[in-house]
């Protein structure tokens, strides 16, 4: 049996590749192409957390969690050659897909990201879903991280996949209208469709893990080695979500700024969550998974942005910062009270309970970013969209000069 990991370097592939590897005696084959590093950097940014080149990562993974069964493949997922040839010489049972460029704010930068963004994750999707049919491994599950991005939202409580229509005294399920907010969110709603289409023409299982806003640094696994397991932490305007700006920004010393109200919730899961998810879908019997196209919301609460600013205030006095909690002007068009509900029932059939809370995943954020604590402050600007972008923009304005003077 042969399990293929994409993204692995990414935050959550990582800790994920490790975690399946050390439950099974399978093959883990772990793919990237380092992205993820390149746009980081290119928005002038970079990882709280030394991120350690692979080649020593898998060592450490060898000698502190006695993991000897993942290799690692560096390729592009859009180059459909790579990912003919990694289909057919590894022969995936189970591709779990973490990959993609993940980042709502920077897809929105210009019309040149969102084109890249739209191009790279969609046809590395669309290679691999067309490859195990190519290849004749339709049998294969295929597991995609997705959104819960792809659903808005709404004023109802959200499902978990698809919603049920009425119209002149018909009723029907179908899929869940694509309601996403931004060019990032929009590729996995198009993801989504691809599989479902996937599903039905190639009748691959496939399972649709729409994963919420993830927060911490630890699993399990990572807590094995301070120095080469740990997986990359974001903290930056573009690719740092909510609660891992908020702790940067109580490191640097700045209060936790919330936008209006802040009584506007959001769907959370844990990074321990996320992975264990994943691992258990990747490691699940053939005879017992789904076969057919299953779509899991992997969250296990909704959390309101004031609470997630009161909490971070409350755990950061606990390491010695005096974090004041301050309210802004909301220069977002959008519900500062909405109540978020959403069903989760099917994913936390497939975890059991959850395993991590948001107070802790937030004292793990504290007790990692103590010590890097340097880095933040030298690059606290990044949590600021403006200077950016001002950079951006001077970036692209000095490259179309020197196309001009070529020209």
Same mark, same amino acid.
């Given at each position: 049996?042969?399990?293929?990991?994409?993204?692995?370097?990414?935050?959550?592939?990582?800790p994920t590749a490790l975690r399946i590897a050390e439950r099974t005696d399978d093959r %883990?084959?772990?793919?990237?192409?380092?992205?993820?590093?390149e746009w980081v950097s290119e928005i002038g940014s970079t990882s709280a957390i030394p991120i350690r080149e692979m080649e020593e990562r898998l060592g450490a993974a060898k000698a502190k969690l006695d993991v000897y069964n993942l290799s690692f493949v560096e390729g592009?997922?859009?180059?459909? &050659?790579? @990912? &003919?040839?990694?289909?057919?010489?590894?022969? *995936? &049972?189970? %591709? @779990?897909?973490?990959?993609?460029?993940?980042?709502?704010?920077?897809?929105?930068?210009?019309?040149?990201?969102?084109?890249?963004?739209?191009?790279?994750?969609?046809?590395?999707?669309?290679?691999?879903?067309?490859?195990?049919?190519?290849?004749?491994?339709?049998?294969?599950?295929?597991?995609?991280?997705?959104t819960t991005g792809v659903y808005g939202a709404p004023e109802f409580p959200i499902p978990e996949?698809?919603?049920?229509?009425?119209?002149?005294?018909?009723?029907?399920?179908? *899929?869940? *209208?694509?309601?996403?907010?931004?060019?990032?969110?929009?590729?996995?709603?198009?993801?989504a469709a691809n599989m479902r289409l996937a599903h039905q023409q190639f009748d691959i299982p496939i399972s649709d893990v729409r994963t919420a806003i993830a927060y911490g640094t630890e699993t399990a696994e990572t807590r094995g080695d301070d120095y080469h397991l740990k997986t990359r932490f974001d903290f930056d305007y573009y690719f740092g979500t909510v609660a891992h700006r908020f702790c940067a920004q109580a490191i640097a010393g700045y209060p936790v700024t919330v936008y209006g109200k802040g009584e506007q919730r959001k769907p959370f899961v844990s990074l321990e969550d996320a992975v264990e998810g994943l691992a258990r879908l990747a490691l699940t019997d053939p005879d017992e998974r789904p076969d057919d196209y299953t779509v899991y919301n992997q969250v296990t609460r909704a959390i309101s942005i004031v609470e997630i600013a009161e909490t971070i205030s409350d755990v950061a006095s606990e390491f010695g910062y005096d974090v004041a909690v301050e309210h802004f002007e909301n220069p977002r068009d959008e519900d500062e009270t909405?109540?978020?509900?959403?069903?989760?029932?099917?994913?936390?059939?497939?975890?059991g309970e959850q395993a991590q809370s948001f107070e802790e995943g937030v004292r793990d954020i504290f007790e990692t970013l103590t010590q890097y604590e340097e880095t933040i402050t030298a690059y606290e600007d990044r949590f600021l969209p403006g200077v950016l972008e001002d950079r951006i923009e001077e970036e692209q304005a000095d490259a179309d000069e020197v196309a001009a003077e070529l020209d």
């Open positions: 049996m042969t399990i293929l990991v994409t993204g692995a370097d990414g935050y959550i592939g990582w %883990v084959v772990a793919v990237d192409n380092f992205a993820r590093r592009d997922l859009t180059d459909k &050659d790579f @990912v &003919d040839e990694l289909l057919s010489v590894h022969e *995936p &049972d189970t %591709v @779990v897909h973490t990959a993609a460029q993940p980042s709502a704010p920077y897809s929105q930068i210009n019309g040149e990201r969102a084109n890249y963004t739209q191009h790279n994750n969609l046809q590395a999707t669309r290679n691999l879903l067309w490859g195990l049919e190519e290849h004749d491994l339709t049998d294969s599950h295929f597991i995609e991280t997705t996949g698809g919603a049920t229509m009425e119209n002149q005294g018909e009723r029907d399920d179908v *899929p869940f *209208p694509a309601m996403a907010g931004s060019w990032y969110h929009l590729t996995k709603s198009h993801d909405h109540k978020m509900e959403i069903e989760n029932d099917r994913y936390m059939d497939l975890v």
